[in-house]
Each structure stands twice: as C-alpha cells, then as structure tokens.
C-alpha cells in the first residue's frame, strides 16, 4: 500500500480504454433551481463538465470555468440571464484543464478561488493540454484558444467562506482524492454541494489519476463528518446525488479495492492477472438507482461502459502505487 501522491497524474491508460467524452462540441448547459438564487447548471449529454451559480443580495459566484473560453463565455450568459448580481468570484473545484482552461475568459475584477494544492499544480500548461486532448475525440484543436493558464488569485488551505450578501459559501479542501486539491463548495442553507471531480452520484466510477485509495478514504470520511447535513450533490461530471450515499458507496468501492491490489502485489501478480482478480462492480449493470437518474437507456449504456473503463483504470493505478511506493 501507499499514502504517496504523485507529483502529477498518471499518464499510463489500460489497453483500448476509453475515458469520458470532454469535448464541449454538442454540449448543452441546462439550469437546475435548486433555491432562489442558487442553481445547477447540468451538461448534456453526461459526463461533460457541469457548472453552478450562487449568488446572495450582493453579489455571485460560479462554479468551474468550463473547459474552453468560448464554454466559459456561455457559462457567464447563462448567469447573466439568472441573476443580476455582480459576478464577483469563480470557484476552481480542480485543477484540471476541462474545468480551469475556461479561467482566462472571466473579467480581470472576477476572483478566482481554489485550494492551494490545485493552483500548485497549475504549472505547466502543455502538459495539461496533452494529458485532457485524451479526452477531446477530435476535439483538440478547441485548445488553441487556450493561450494562457490563468490562476487562482486567492488561496486556502482547508476551509474558507465566501460572504455572498445573506448566503456564506463554504470552501473544503478535505485531502487528495481525484487529484491532490480537490475543493468542496458547499452552501449550508440549501444543503448542496459542488463536488468536482471528488464525488459523482453513487454508482458511478470515480477517477484516481493522482493518489491511491488509502488517501481518497481518508477525505471521505473527513467530508461525510463535516458536512453532516449534506443532502444533495453537483458532482463535476454526470447526475446530481444523494451526498451521503455517494460518500458510503465510494469508500466500500475504494476499501475493496485497496485490499484486492494490496493482495495481488504481495502476491507478486502481475497487472493482467490484478485486473482479472479484483471486483468490477459494472460487470452487469449499473445500479438501479443511477440508471433512472441518467434516463434513456442510451445515456445508460454509456455510462456503463465508462465505469468499466475507469475501474480497469483506477486497478491499474493503484497497481502502479503499490508496487513503484510500497
């Protein structure tokens, strides 16, 4: 096993994996109410990079910047039409390319928040580039517009709170996750939470491109005794959720899977014979609950084959942790 977190994600993918479409080519934000002043602004079709928008009596604030400056400008349309409030702060849930790359496009006076540990890792933009073109199919000329990677003007640790005007959105780095940064916002008088790319509705596959499960565990169980009033979630990518579900099913998810590669790699198998022994939970299906969130049976059979892609990823990952930092 490992708590190391490496300096960058892993670039290694499982043979003829297919990660989740990014492209914003064909994507639709569609606006969620979740309370006055407060909504979700979901992709069609999943996963493609959901959004939010808070705003009090004095101003507003957004959630992730989309993946491209164009993406970015219809996010702030979007706002402009749902509120009157100045826009004043942008929330940056990760560093990666698809929810940062559209940071350059917010007026000079909006104020960009983020974890510290994201905006360390904010330092080299071609390499960001090429690890999220994976993800373009096709698409990846789009980057071009992406001229340069604007960073977060302030920083926190673990817990900030923003002051909207009547509505305080709280700021959690709970630990590393998907990533080393990953940053909760939460607004504690409607109970939800923009969750980024740290935790997707219960039943779909989460990401480990730079960690391994021990660690990912540890911010799980932070976040659930935080936020014990949590109700629903705005994950990164896909359906909204039930928070504490999605919490619980995650680290049953991440618990089995520590223990069968910590298994394997005492054992000295090698990573064929790893994939071939751990659990996939997608073998047959999704989960009930999940397949009526996401609709037609399309939109399901999508999702499906992505979970199986990303837990053959998520195995390989923690494989490559456990033998390179035993």
């Known amino acids: 096993m490992s708590t190391h977190i490496p300096e960058r994600e892993i670039a290694e993918r499982p043979t003829a994996y297919n990660g989740p479409n990014l492209s914003p080519v064909g994507m639709e934000l569609m606006p969620r109410r979740l309370a006055d002043g407060v909504h979700a602004l979901m992709a069609v079709p999943a996963p493609k990079d959901n959004n939010g928008l808070i705003a009090g009596a004095d101003a507003a604030l957004i959630v992730d910047a989309g993946i491209t400056p164009d993406v970015s400008r219809t996010i702030q349309e979007m706002a402009a039409e749902l509120t009157d409030r100045p826009l004043r702060y942008l929330i940056n849930t990760t560093y990666h390319g698809d929810h940062t790359f559209g940071n350059l496009a917010f007026p000079a006076e909006t104020v960009i928040v983020s974890s510290r540990?994201?905006?360390?890792?904010?330092?080299?933009?071609?390499?960001?580039?090429?690890?999220?073109?994976?993800?373009?199919?096709?698409?990846?000329?789009?980057?071009?517009?992406?001229?340069?990677?604007?960073?977060?003007?302030?920083v926190f640790d673990s817990f900030a709170e923003i002051d909207l005007g009547g509505r305080t959105v709280q700021l959690w780095h709970f630990g590393p996750g998907n990533g080393?940064?990953?940053?909760?916002?939460?607004?504690?008088?409607?109970?939800?939470?923009?969750?980024?790319?740290?935790?997707?509705?219960?039943g779909i596959a989460h990401m480990l491109l730079q960690g391994g499960p021990e660690p990912y565990i540890a911010?799980?169980?932070?976040?659930?005794?935080?936020?014990?009033?949590?109700?629903?979630?705005?994950?990164?990518?896909?359906?909204?959720?039930?928070?504490?579900?999605?919490?619980?099913?995650?680290?049953?998810?991440?618990?089995?899977?520590?223990?069968?590669?910590?298994?394997?790699?005492r054992q000295g198998r090698?990573?064929?014979?790893?994939?071939?022994?751990?659990?996939?939970?997608?073998?047959?299906?999704?989960?009930?609950?999940?397949a009526a969130a996401l609709g037609p049976p399309a939109a399901q059979h999508a999702m499906l084959d992505l979970c199986r892609n990303l837990h053959r990823l998520n195995v390989l990952a923690t494989y490559r942790l456990y033998t390179r930092h035993p």
């Open 117 to 154: 540990a994201n905006r360390a890792n904010m330092t080299d933009l071609g390499y960001e580039k090429r690890v999220r073109s994976g993800n373009m199919y096709g698409d990846e000329a789009l980057f071009d517009a992406v001229t340069t990677w604007r960073l977060p003007d302030v």
């Open 180 to 202: 080393p940064g990953d940053t909760v916002v939460y607004v504690p008088d409607t109970r939800v939470a923009w969750t980024g790319n740290l935790l997707c509705h219960a």
């Open 219 to 265: 911010t799980m169980r932070a976040m659930k005794e935080a936020l014990p009033d949590l109700e629903t979630i705005i994950p990164g990518h896909g359906p909204a959720g039930d928070g504490h579900a999605a919490v619980d099913t995650l680290i049953s998810y991440l618990e089995r899977l520590h223990e069968e590669v910590d298994s394997a790699v």
């Open 270 to 290: 090698t990573l064929e014979e790893t994939m071939g022994a751990c659990t996939d939970p997608w073998a047959e299906r999704l989960d009930p609950a999940l």
